[in-house]
């Protein structure tokens, strides 16, 4: 096993060769020394060699690993680690016996930092500068940003937030939660939320399309669509809007792994069948994930796009809003709203898993909720829940 298990990890770190080894040390800071991740010439094997040693990854429990592989979306690490789960067979153990995962902290922080500019006059450049590094000469944002974290410990929100506010709006929103993720669209930055929810009734309306698909095309339609979102998709953001419909039982949803588990959840009532899957294409509008009409024209040939902001006729207002909401929450905020209802927040895989243990519990749409919420400096969070309802 020890053999299979070393043949593994070397696999695993080839997939994060070259520059991409930073991303490796930058995830990994929660969980080694910096004087490890300090190492001139580190390498991926010798990180996961000490995080083995530690007892943080193991032959029957590589957990961490496969954290690593969903968040940075590397293609050769996810096949590797599906390839040896494979092989190991019944020996692996999904219980987790080493607790070692990412933190949620660390995901935001990487999913902003992969949004920071390194052109001339970019983030990377105003890091620099304002940090007042001087002579040293920093060609990439992994290395800078593992130097801010080793001599400036950006670990408090307010080292944190300086840090942000030095971004452009995309890293920046992330990071914060701030309410501008429209600017980019010429929208005001202070009304964006308000704005997005309130458009929804003033968008294109939906085309039905005329198809007839055969049962095994729609279920092979489905698994192409579930393995888009397991790569750039979010099977919480799912979860979240199919439990609007009743028919559904919440405890099906809860235990649903895969996103084909979901999709297959709406064939029988109804929801979606060969000749109508209008609810599929609402579904990846709502949830901004254009991109998959190409996996849809492999099957439906004359299909011609996803349109943003389609009119939705499938969800309640109450559930678009939700999807606008998830999208204003930063790190910060979710902290904060798991601390009101007693989540772990390392448990909390992001602001959609936050979302949906809310749903589960009735909290999204109490008065209490939407109390909190202003209470605590998040009117417009709780203005765009309330709005057209």
């Known amino acids: 096993m020890d053999d299979k298990f070393r043949d593994f990890c070397q696999e695993f770190s080839n997939a994060f060769s070259g520059d991409t080894v930073k991303k490796l040390r930058f995830l990994l800071h929660d969980h080694l020394p910096v004087g490890e991740l300090s190492q001139k010439h580190y390498t991926g094997m010798s990180l996961f060699n000490y995080l083995k040693s530690k007892g943080h990854i193991a032959y029957n429990d590589i957990t961490l690993m496969s954290e690593i592989a969903d968040v940075t979306k590397n293609n050769d690490a996810k096949a ?33 930092m992969t949004a920071i500019t390194e052109d001339a006059g970019g983030d990377l450049y105003t890091l620099i500068t304002f940090y007042n590094l001087g002579p040293r000469h920093f060609t990439n944002k992994w290395d800078l940003v593992f130097h801010l974290e080793k001599e400036l410990e950006l670990n408090t929100q307010a080292k944190l937030a300086k840090f942000a506010q030095r971004l452009h709006t995309g890293p920046r929103t992330i990071l914060l939660g701030e309410e501008d993720q429209g600017a980019s669209e010429g929208l005001p930055a202070a009304n964006v939320g308000v704005t997005q929810a309130a458009a929804l009734s003033e968008k294109p309306q939906v085309t039905h399309l005329n198809i007839d698909l055969s049962k095994d095309d729609l279920l092979e339609l489905l698994v192409a669509l579930s ?29 649903a792994e895969d996103p084909f588990d979901l999709f297959n959840l709406l064939i029988a009532p109804g929801l979606i069948s060969r000749k109508n899957i209008d609810l599929i294409i609402q579904v990846f509008s709502l949830c901004g994930w254009y991109d998959a009409a190409d996996v849809i024209r492999e099957k439906i040939k004359d299909f011609k796009e996803i349109v943003k902001g389609m009119e939705i006729t499938e969800f309640s207002q109450f559930r678009q809003n939700v999807i606008v909401f998830g999208r204003m929450l930063g790190i910060n905020k979710i902290k904060k709203i798991c601390q009101w209802y007693r989540i772990a ?29 202003k209470r605590n400096g998040m009117e417009k969070e709780a203005n765009v829940l309330q709005k057209g309802i």
């Open 227 to 255: 393995e888009w979102v397991k790569d750039e998709g979010n099977i919480y953001m799912l979860k979240l809007l199919l439990a609007h419909f009743s028919v559904i039982s919440v405890g099906e949803i809860e235990k």
């Open 80 to 112: 590797s680690v599906k390839k040896y789960k494979e092989s190991v067979g019944d020996q692996y153990d999904d219980s987790c016996p080493c607790e070692a995962s990412l933190s949620l902290q660390r995901k935001t922080l990487y999913k902003a």
């Open 345 to 373: 927040v390392n448990q909390i895989k992001d602001e959609w898993d936050l979302l949906v243990e809310l749903d589960s519990r009735d909290i999204l749409e109490s008065e209490g909720f939407i109390w909190k919420l």
